[in-house]
């Protein structure tokens, strides 16, 4: 119950904000641990993250099945990097399907009233995460 709550509060935070709006479609809220954000890539898509037994919260480029595109990423991570303003964490996972870059917050989960805080951060980095990686998508 309570991704579904956050996922619902996310959204009706988010979604009041023109910018993040218009840079992304709104979904429905559901209980996973995951709230998938399309950038118009069919190989890769941006995932808002909530873990609540570590108390983190996190941003991620999730790339389906193409570890080409991942060394392609990989090959302008000192651009990307800088453009986002942070050092992210580059996992390319060679016995999964999936690669993942992704950058990582501590959060108070249980606390409600640190949630707006939490929004802004989620929306601030999947914005930069759009603008970084979509000049090399």
């Not at 991704?3 to 959204?11: L, Q, R, V």
């Not at 979904?27 to 570590?54: P, R």
């Not at 870059?101 to 606390?111: C, G, N, V, Y």
Request: overall charge neutral; charged content about 25%; glycine content about 2%.
């Amino acid at each position: 119950q309570f991704k579904y709550d956050y996922w619902t509060a996310f959204n009706d935070y988010a979604f009041h904000n023109a910018v993040f709006a218009s840079a992304f479609n709104r979904h429905k809220a559901t209980s996973d641990h995951w709230y998938s954000l399309h950038i118009g890539f069919a190989d890769a898509h941006i995932s808002l993250l909530v873990n609540t037994k570590a108390n983190v919260i996190a941003v991620e480029l999730n790339i389906s099945n193409n570890k080409d595109l991942f060394d392609s990423l990989a090959a302008h991570r000192d651009d990307i990097e800088a453009e986002i303003g942070s050092k992210l964490d580059w996992r390319r996972l060679d016995q999964k399907k999936s690669s993942r870059i992704l950058l990582e917050k501590s959060a108070d989960l249980k606390d409600t009233e640190k949630q707006p805080d939490q929004f802004e951060w989620l929306m601030k980095t999947a914005l930069a995460f759009k603008s970084a990686f979509s000049k090399y998508l």
